[in-house]
């Protein structure tokens, strides 16, 4: 005969197994504030084991003035449930870039207690970043096939006066039409770099191994200007072949590790780490397309230089944005469109001694209406190439 005290046990037991099946970390706390309860996800959000959180208050976890802690005092005084999004909980302890959306609420059952669910936006957000960064480049392709032909031509004229000036001309004036021919190329030389963006060819993609691309990236950086820089590699042996062009990856990441030895500098040695990993659960769902498209492959490069100024951030992918003093800005504008020309997306995230530029893929399949039903997490595209 099963007693009071066993269903208690048992809607213990089902209760916990429940709120373990929610994916989004879930914790309640007790009158005193402590944390009474948190399930897996909450334990993995908060690094660190159930029976070490119930040592814990909230207000030991999150920084001082966290707009978390001011919810729940407002909850406890109402008492009634608030939901808050975009909720910034970053801190030395959760990490960086933690915005979530918070539903808290009180216990009837236990008075004095309340239950706090966190539901994080960081990949969405990150996503709809990289969408964002795909039309900013976009933006300049009517500007490049534009410049193309309304400047490169007339270039072409004043250089080609500026060398017959020369002819019949002593050696100062010389120097002014040498001036002048330098100048144009220049500017010429710029145009053809934009003149990348209007570039609407399709791709011709194969089955490429990452490993060897991202070798001989290294191999090429080591002997010029990465030589002072030590490689760590941090491989997936088992990992399959990336569909995709394999000269326009070696631009994307041979763009990448510059950067990341610029960054890096020449009077300290600097560490560049390169990463390869199988992430599945992200995939895109493209207008036009009737199947979602997968992303599993992760290609990270870490370095340990000074990292990006939190202002250029939001902005990083966006043509003509460089913090370098003869830079065009360029760079990871291109980048961004070639991974978005693959149905990938990049996304930066960046602490003093640890940028990491993280690239997700599609991979190679030898039959394409082969689909993964795997955990996923589906994104809609709203923009891209």
Avoid at 180 to 185: A, F, G, H, K
Avoid at 238 to 257: E, G, I, K, M
Avoid at 317 to 322: E, G, K, M, Y
């Amino acid at each position: 005969m099963m007693t009071s005290a066993d269903n208690v046990t048992m809607d213990d037991k089902l209760a916990g197994t429940v709120l373990n099946a929610i994916r989004h970390p879930v914790i309640m706390l007790d009158e005193t504030g402590h944390i009474s309860y948190a399930n897996a996800d909450a334990e993995a959000f908060f690094r660190s084991s159930a029976s070490i959180l119930s040592r814990n208050t909230l207000e030991m976890l999150l920084p001082f003035g966290s707009p978390l802690l001011a919810l729940v005092k407002q909850v406890r005084e109402s008492p009634s449930p608030i939901n808050e999004y975009r909720v910034d909980v970053s801190s030395p302890r959760l990490g960086q870039d933690r915005i979530v959306d918070l539903y808290v609420t009180p216990v009837s059952e236990a008075p004095g207690s309340i239950v706090i669910l966190f539901k994080e936006r960081s990949m969405a957000e990150k996503l709809d970043r990289q969408m964002t960064h795909r039309g900013a480049a976009r933006s300049v392709t009517g500007l490049a096939s534009m410049l193309a032909h309304e400047i490169k031509n007339p270039l072409s004229g004043i250089r080609g006066a500026a060398q017959l000036l020369e002819t019949g001309l002593n050696d100062d004036d010389r120097a002014l039409t040498r001036l002048i021919t330098d100048e144009t190329d220049r500017i010429v030389s710029l145009v053809d770099r934009m003149e990348v963006f209007s570039d609407e060819r399709p791709i011709e993609r194969e089955a490429v191994n990452i490993h060897v691309v991202l070798d001989h990236v290294k191999a090429i950086a080591k002997n010029g200007f990465a030589s002072h820089i030590k490689f760590h590699e941090d491989y997936d042996p088992s990992l399959p072949y990336v569909f995709a062009n394999r000269d326009q990856l070696v631009q994307v990441f041979l763009n990448l590790v510059k950067n990341a030895a610029e960054s890096i500098g020449t009077n300290e040695p600097g560490e560049i780490t390169l990463s390869t990993a199988f992430r599945p659960g992200i995939r895109l769902s493209i207008p036009g397309i009737r199947n979602r498209v997968s992303l599993p492959l992760e290609f990270c490069v870490q370095d340990t230089g000074a990292g990006v100024s939190p202002d250029i951030m939001p902005h990083l992918f966006d043509p003509f944005i460089t913090t370098k003093p003869n830079g065009s800005g360029l760079g990871l504008a291109l980048v961004a469109k070639i991974v978005g020309d693959h149905g990938g997306v990049i996304e930066c995230d960046s602490v003093p001694r640890k940028t990491t530029f993280r690239i997700l893929m599609p991979a190679w399949q030898s039959d394409p209406s082969v689909e993964d039903h795997a955990d996923e997490m589906i994104i809609t595209k709203k923009a891209g190439f």
